[in-house]
């Protein structure tokens, strides 16, 4: 799978560009247009396996909200936790599993807002807004809000805590948690909360019937 970007920074397009009979994951929602004949199969959720012909083809993808694209290579060695609203694509070489063991860890068995990618491939993050890379050296430290945490490495030591409170807390969401990093390894943010902005739009009235 080739990624090919588009309009960005701030309203990013990706073509998966795929060999014959090539497979690739995809997010069904930010799934703008194929190729014409490539076969397109939902998995369950919102998740489709789009499959190239004979001649090969391509799928144009774009996150909901606008914002930057991302690839993070894997090497078949480590692994990315990634929220489940910033994955957009991977390649069919790659695992994308809710229920591993470093988010078993992480949620305690339960339901969680990521999913951990594993395996040798390409993976395709879509941003809210813009991308920061936080790179933590041995034993440095930071705190994040989790509605601002696109994706990590598995290297990376993390504790989810609650936030006083005030609004209560959603291990589903994430709504009203933070998360402890310390190095060494990547973080990567988004400087747009996709949960405020939802939020936001409550508050004033906006809904998908205005």
Request: proline share 5%; hydrophobic share 40%.
């Amino acid at each position: 799978m080739q990624v090919r970007t588009r309009h960005t920074p701030n309203f990013g397009v990706a073509r998966l560009v795929l060999a014959p009979a090539e497979m690739v994951l995809v997010e069904a929602q930010s799934v703008l247009a194929t190729s014409y004949g490539l076969a397109v199969e939902q998995k369950g959720g919102t998740v489709a396996l789009c499959t190239a012909g004979a001649e090969g083809g391509w799928v144009d993808v774009a996150p909901v909200l606008p914002g930057e694209l991302h690839t993070v290579e894997l090497d078949g060695k480590n692994g990315w936790c990634i929220s489940r609203l910033g994955w957009l694509a991977s390649g069919s070489a790659v695992l994308v599993n809710p229920d591993a063991p470093p988010l078993k860890a992480l949620f305690g068995g339960g339901d969680g807002f990521l999913n951990y990618a594993h395996g040798q491939g390409t993976i395709l993050l879509g941003c809210s807004g813009a991308l920061d890379l936080v790179t933590l050296g041995e034993g440095e430290a930071v705190t994040i809000d989790s509605d601002h945490v696109l994706a990590f490495a598995d290297s990376v030591q993390c504790r989810l805590r609650a936030l006083p409170p005030e609004g209560g807390q959603n291990i589903r969401s994430g709504e009203g948690l933070v998360f402890d990093f310390a190095g060494p390894g990547a973080v990567l943010t988004q400087t747009r909360g996709p949960r405020r902005l939802a939020t936001w739009l409550r508050a004033n009235g906006v809904s998908s019937r205005s």
